[in-house]
């Protein structure tokens, strides 16, 4: 089945630092999304790209779809606290579909 | 807008009871999706509806589990038997549209003891 990969799988990062995680695929999809995750709630939508070599802004945020359709990055600057929790990047190719998860990245934010 | 909501958000049981969970997603969203997410896994798709049917099951692991959604609007998934590696975290979530996008309930956290 389609599987992404995701990674790293964890970050430790200084409050104040950039932040750099990707995603790729062995299939193309025709939206990516990215998604945070915090302790004992359910993944909300950051940022959702709908065209190959898109990039979109959601405040600190940044997001690209790749040129191949096979992967994407997420991007988040000057990293506070609140940052903390799992990221996880899903792909959607079907009409009304499935999603499809990559592993996630847990990110911690040392104050 | 109330977002999509999930219950029980925890539920303990022993290996062989039975258990369900409700899904209520936002309101007038035709699409509803079971996910789960087995410890420090990816979330994995388990089934999707359109209305009250069934798109697409694909992801359901066996025939112990069984998912409804009567009358188009909120779903039940019913694990019977549970066994041990039933045990993970059951989202839901809910869409309107074609573009992907999908919005997730908090939860609810399954352990089989």
């Known amino acids: 089945g389609q599987q992404l990969n995701q990674s790293p799988q964890s970050m430790f990062i200084q409050e104040g630092e950039d932040v750099s995680m990707n995603c790729t695929s062995s299939?193309?999809?025709?939206?990516w999304l990215w998604y945070k995750q915090d302790p004992g709630e359910g993944p909300v939508l950051l940022i959702a790209?709908?065209?190959?070599?898109e990039l979109t802004s959601n405040g600190r945020l940044t997001a690209q779809f790749g040129i191949t359709r096979k992967d994407s990055f997420l991007n988040i600057s000057a990293s506070i606290p609140s940052d903390v929790g799992i990221y996880f990047c899903a792909g959607y190719y079907n009409q009304g579909g499935k999603l499809i998860f990559g592993q996630g990245t847990e990110l911690s934010v040392k104050p | 807008e109330a977002g999509v909501t999930q219950f029980p958000s925890h539920s303990v049981i022993e290996k062989g009871q039975t258990v369900t969970l409700r899904c209520d997603p936002i309101?007038?969203?035709?699409?509803l999706y079971w996910y789960r997410r087995v410890m420090g896994k990816e979330i994995k798709f388990l089934l999707h509806?359109?209305?009250?049917?069934?798109?697409?099951e694909s992801g359901m692991p066996n025939n112990r589990f069984l998912a409804e959604r009567t009358g188009g609007t909120y779903s039940t998934l019913k694990v019977q038997p549970a066994e041990l590696e039933d045990s993970g975290v059951y989202f839901c979530a809910s869409s309107q549209g074609i573009r992907g996008e999908q919005y997730f309930g908090p939860g609810t956290r399954l352990t089989v003891t």
């Open positions: 790209l709908y065209k190959a070599g």
């Open positions: 509806f359109v209305k009250e049917s069934k798109q697409d």
């Open positions: 299939s193309i999809f025709n939206t």
């Open positions: 309101s007038g969203h035709d699409n």
